[in-house]
């Protein structure tokens, strides 16, 4: 069992064991957590060292190459660990990669009936993995294509959603989307599965990680939709500023009536959260410290959709 708590402070976090008893009350299955698209496969490479100089070769660490589900997988392998039911919504095409991620999703308890098979080749990442832990990314999503079209109608967007998209948000608490998704997700699915939620009490997370800039400075109608509509935002200190153009959580919160969350992540330092308190909609900025995991530090790679899977299991 793992709690999550800020001792003194007005914002209650529950522990994973009383979020998987909600979640499994009142009949038919149901879902703490449901990720819309960027379920990914990471190819974790593990080398020496940085810089990687051309010429320069290195040795492969430890077992070598490996696949791993990444992307959104992280939020839902981590969440299902904590006690969550989760869930990906998603397209996966119809090639190896596809398949090596529906058979490993469901292995690892996150649920797979809101998955779609379709034709094509399934989007890959590629982490190089320092012995200390560093790493890096080369990825094909860090400038997203999806625009803004504010002549599709809240109706044809949910009419669009496949069904297996519907039963699946429909049922859930959080829905959680991150920037990297919107390189390969209509915006007619985006505004159907934000609709969705919104329509069945589904609190709606986005976390518009790597582009966060580049959302702001090419797409500002999508980025003011997506702040508009969700409940919770989680940036990094870089980000928050990139993406909301305030300096302050409780600033964005200020600006977007909608939004009950704000947390931006600081890293070791821990992070920030503003959240209106449920009584009287007050403001409210808390400070929540990092822990030190020592020795069992391993990289950092996924760490971010980690710490925001702990954070929603610890709401309830």
């Not at 991620?101 to 399934?122: A, Y």
């Not at 990139?242 to 600006?255: C, D, E, H, K, P």
């Not at 992540?265 to 020592?294: M, P, T, W, Y």
Request: with cysteine; net charge negative.
């Amino acid at each position: 069992m793992v709690c999550f708590a800020t001792p003194g402070s007005g914002l209650r976090l529950r522990c994973a064991k009383r979020v998987a008893m909600c979640s499994s009350a009142g009949g038919g299955q149901r879902f703490d957590l449901v990720t819309l698209g960027n379920v990914v496969v990471d190819v974790l490479v593990p080398m020496a060292g940085f810089p990687v100089v051309a010429g320069g070769h290195q040795d492969l660490r430890g077992g070598g190459v490996a696949l791993s589900p990444g992307g959104a997988s992280n939020a839902l392998i981590v969440g299902s660990r904590l006690g969550m039911h989760t869930s990906a919504v998603d397209w996966l095409r119809e090639d190896a990669f596809g398949d090596f991620l529906l058979s490993k999703l469901s292995s690892l308890g996150v649920g797979t009936d809101g998955i779609e098979r379709r034709p094509g080749q399934s989007l890959a990442c590629v982490i190089l993995v320092s012995e200390s832990g560093d790493h890096t990314f080369i990825a094909s999503n860090e400038k997203p294509t999806a625009q803004f079209d504010p002549h599709i109608s809240s109706d044809s967007a949910l009419k669009s959603l496949p069904s297996s998209f519907t039963s699946t948000i429909s049922n859930a608490n959080a829905l959680l989307v991150d920037g990297y998704a919107l390189d390969d997700l209509p915006f007619i699915t985006l505004l159907g599965a934000i609709q969705l939620s919104q329509k069945h009490g589904c609190e709606f997370w986005f976390d518009p990680q790597a582009a966060a800039g580049t959302l702001r400075k090419t797409n500002k109608d999508l980025t003011e939709f997506l702040l508009s509509s969700s409940t919770g935002l989680v940036v990094t200190e870089d980000e928050l500023e990139a993406f909301t153009s305030q300096s302050s959580a409780s600033q964005v919160l200020g600006s977007y009536p909608n939004l009950k969350y704000c947390i931006v992540k600081q890293g070791s330092s821990g992070c920030q959260v503003a959240h209106r308190n449920e009584k009287d909609s007050a403001l409210e900025q808390h400070s929540i410290q990092a822990f030190d995991i020592g020795d069992t530090y391993a990289d950092s790679a996924g760490a971010g959709d980690s710490f925001i899977a702990g954070f929603i299991t610890g709401l309830g």
